[in-house]
């Protein structure tokens, strides 16, 4: 059967020619050029309040310090008033956010910028907690090992440094990290050992559900471990000390070292001769594959005699010599004889072991017998070696283990 005469049909009718009246032409309009088509003029949106008073309470929901300064300190509103509701997100001008993790905040005036964050420039605060609600005490968590959490990406002159008051738990080869009020602010799930990598923290995020680290500025991050950035080079031919950034494909730019940016007196070189530039400028070089240590003034403290050193900068330095390791001070006497065995990991990806550096003056070393014990900064044995095991803890803190009994000092 033909369709088209019911199709002709319901045109009919949708058009409304089944009436006797015939349609009306209309001619069809010019179109207008681009450039004279009048536009909507978009209502702006308002970047201001007038001032407001009230008291709200923020908790701590995401800190950037200061790295991107869209999310620098800023807040989530968890007790709000009728203007600044709960769920709301605040940041707190000249505060930072990173010290707090909740405070009441009686503000005297605030406003909306573009990106509907509340902005409070007059305030005054009062700390309530530093804590993070509901996470547990590394008191009350069952670990066996803890080791100081390495930063491969620290802001000053160094290849890598330890993090200031936080600390990796192990229990049974699973991994997690306790935070600077010694609460366990990943739980001991991880089956990598966590590597910081500036604000990602690589810890095998996909055990958890979650990506933020509460209590703190950094993210979870399930991605392999990332090399440092920095490192220092000396050229063994013309004494001249480098500092070396990066890239993907290797070392990319050669400067000279600026003492000045360096936390301590000395830091670690890596040997190499014939340093110059090709004609398009790639950096040519000969590898050396030794250490040695250099102080702030950009002088060789030692010769490139050693085979490995921790990258920190200090005023001891951890090198090491036929496997073991000792300590260089800024005299390039080995104040610590290289004797001592490797006790921090400091590169998950290539199983890379490290002495401890100096905390607090003191250095938890383990000697050539497996039994654990204390130095001083002279080399003295300030806690005898008969520990089974020893780390450094909390505020300087050295936890001890002998037969299953922990104790600190």
């Known amino acids: 059967m033909r369709r088209f005469p019911i199709l002709i049909l319901i045109l009919f009718l949708i058009s409304g020619c089944g009436k006797n009246d015939e349609p009306k032409m209309t001619a069809t309009p010019n179109p207008t050029p681009i450039s004279t088509q009048i536009k909507p003029t978009p209502t702006p949106k308002p970047t201001s309040t007038p001032v407001i008073e009230g008291e709200i309470e923020v908790v701590l929901e995401c800190v950037w310090t200061g790295r991107m300064i869209e999310g620098d300190n800023q807040y989530l509103v968890t ?27 009686n503000y005297h005036s605030a406003y909306r910028d573009e990106w509907d964050t509340w902005i409070i420039e007059d305030y005054e605060m009062e700390i309530l907690d530093n804590t993070v609600p509901g996470l547990p005490s590394v008191w009350e968590t069952d670990f066996d090992h803890v080791y100081p959490l390495v930063n491969r990406f620290p802001e000053h002159a160094a290849e890598l440094e330890l993090v200031e008051g936080m600390v990796v738990l192990e229990k049974n080869g699973r991994y997690g990290v306790a935070g600077r009020n010694q609460e366990v602010v990943v ?14 923290l690589h810890c095998d ?14 993210f979870l991050c399930s991605g392999e471990h990332g090399l440092s950035a920095k490192a220092f080079y000396a050229d063994m031919d013309t004494q001249k000390i480098y500092t070396v950034f990066s890239g993907d494909d290797g070392p990319g730019s050669f400067y000279s070292l600026d003492g000045s940016r360096m936390k301590g007196e000395l830091g670690l070189y890596h040997a190499i001769s014939g340093y110059s530039k090709s004609q398009e400028g790639i950096p040519e070089y000969e590898w050396l594959n030794r250490v040695g240590v250099f102080n702030r003034q950009g002088e060789l403290v030692t010769d490139a005699i050693y085979e490995d050193g921790l990258a ?6 951890p090198v090491a010599r036929d496997g073991l390791w000792g300590y260089v001070n800024a005299a390039g006497e080995e104040i610590i004889p290289c004797q001592y065995r490797a006790l921090l990991l400091v590169d998950p990806d290539h ?5 401890y550096p100096p905390d607090h003056g003191r250095i938890v070393a ?6 654990y014990g204390v130095l001083g900064m002279d080399g003295a044995i300030l806690v005898p070696f008969e520990y089974n095991y020893a780390a450094p803890f909390y505020d300087g803190q050295i936890l001890l283990e002998k037969d299953g009994v922990r104790s600190f000092v």
Do not use: H
């Not at 709960?86 to 009441?104: H, P, R, T």
């Not at 199983?351 to 002495?355: G, I, K, N, S, Y």
């Open 187 to 200: 739980e001991i799930l991880g089956s990598t050992y966590p590597i910081l990598d500036s604000l990602e």
């Open 205 to 218: 995020a996909r055990a958890y559900d979650f990506k933020y680290v509460p209590g703190t500025p950094y």
């Open 366 to 371: 383990q000697d050539q017998a497996g039994y």
């Open 79 to 105: 007790v709000g008033d009728k203007r600044m509701k709960s769920g709301n997100f605040v940041k707190l001008k000249d505060c930072v956010g990173s010290e707090y993790a909740s405070l009441k905040v």
């Open 312 to 317: 920190v900068t200090g005023d001891l330095i």
């Open 351 to 355: 199983d890379r072991w490290t002495a």
